[in-house]
DNA sequence: TTTTCGAACTTTTAAAGAAATTGGTCAAAA
DNA sequence: TTTTGACCAATTTCTTTAAAAGTTCGAAAA
């Protein structure tokens, strides 16, 4: 029955989910997510070849998570500015609640694994494709004028980047997930950069 | 006799310097350092208490190092953009030529030693002082407009940061010192990242 | 035929202990 | 005061072993 077996199937994704973005990939074992379920181990590898694929697809319907709801602010946004605003807060909320799922994108404790990497269209990837979005939409009001859309995209997104990782580095706080204070101060100089590289940017 | 202990104290300053750039802290022994320069390992510890003190000591003066250029090439800047510029491709120089010894403050592999730290003044508040310099220059020439002079120039040297690692990380050559194509690699982005966030600060 | 499971198998990780390296000390000599 | 070789203690590295976790498989249930 491929009904039942979907469901199943997406029993076993939300389970994955929560033991990972809980405990991250080494943390969590299949044992405990079949245990969750009431499965057995085996069912497990019945619907998924393997842990890491099985981590991939949880992986994938995060960021699936982070682009919808970015997508769909960014579409409802005023202006530039508030399009950022928006896809900075709501992209961290959704990283925030599931931390240790983004463990290989946001932080830089551990490598991705190989076989993991292979199947992933880069969340980096699709994010330059969000940024490039809210810069364009700047270019067609004449907000904007950039030359080189996803260039400029990168960069700030590399900013972003840096802003975490230099704020947690800061904290001394690299190798456990940052508290909701933490988060904030983020947040708040993270928007504090974009309003200054979005002036930067102005027509 | 001072001048000959000074002297020695210099030769050993200058041997464990290429250590330390070479192969980073942990991978220098005293005892090498000691070859070096054929004295005996006791003798370090006659000019210097422990390992990480003249660690500390060869830190210190890489970061005069950086900060002495940097600052006569500000000094000497026409304009904001051009002490910008400056600014970056000094740094990144000097950080290329000495990379493991900043193995604790531009690359996340390892923290740095807690009774190194202590002793140092850190290179980051001697960086944002440098940034906001270049910064106060261009408000007294009207060029730029800035409210908060020294958090304007932490958000920026975060996001050159990221460029870093970024970079590094896209290069997954997180553990390695960069290569000079790398270094260029960053250098540009980081000149281009500056380049709209100068401009978003103008008058 | 599809789905499920217990048991077995293989690989990976973790723990423990031994061996080697290295940081650091000291009494004596120059 | 400066320098050293010999010594000790702390740390790291390596080896071995045991435990844990990932994965497979044949049989049974649905």
Known sequence: MAKNADAKRIKILEAAKRRFAHYGLAKTTMAEIAQDLSFSKALLYYYFPDKNRLYAAV????VD?????TTEKIRTSKDVTEAMEAFLSTRLTVIKENFNIFEFSYSLRNEMPVDIEAVLPSLFEKEIQQVSLILKKGVETKELVVDDVELTAKILLISLLGMRIGILQEFKNLFLPPTKEEFDYILGLQKKLSHIFINGLRA
């Open 65 to 69: 998570e982070i682009i919808n709801e």
């Open 59 to 62: 992986f994938e319907m995060a």
